[in-house]
């Protein structure tokens, strides 16, 4: 129904900026709400970031905020992630995620439909 497909991950280092973008597919996200999450190894997926497609609310975990940018591109269907001042502690899996209907709360991953099969990003010191 929906395939979301992750892209712009690799290895940087500390203070290099990364985009990541997730190609939507399948159908209209105009009414979606969009995030992403990350996952690094021995820890649970955690939120970085979320917004309503069509506009409104945009919200950011607070290890993120300031340094990370969620935005879209309605022709290309597509959300990105701008990443700047990368940290070590960013090094993680990321995957993009979308809800069909409202959200309780952004950060829950639980919350979302669809997801896509993520992108490694790996920050070295």
């Known amino acids: 129904q929906v395939q979301l497909v992750e892209s712009g991950g690799g290895l940087v280092q500390a203070g290099d900026s990364l985009r990541l973008s997730c190609a939507a597919s399948g159908r209209t996200f105009s009414s979606y709400r969009m995030g992403w999450f990350r996952q690094a190894p021995g820890k649970e997926r955690g939120f970085v970031a979320a917004?309503?497609?069509?506009?409104?609310?945009?919200d950011y975990a607070d290890s993120v905020k300031g340094r990370f940018t969620i935005s879209r591109d309605n022709a290309k269907n597509t959300v990105y992630l701008q990443m700047n001042s990368l940290k070590p502690e960013d090094t993680a899996v990321y995957y993009c995620a979308a809800a069909a209907y409202r959200v309780a709360d952004w950060s829950k991953d639980y919350e979302y439909d669809f997801w896509g099969q993520g992108t490694q990003v790996t920050v070295s010191s």
């Open positions: 917004f309503r497609w069509s506009g409104g609310s945009t």
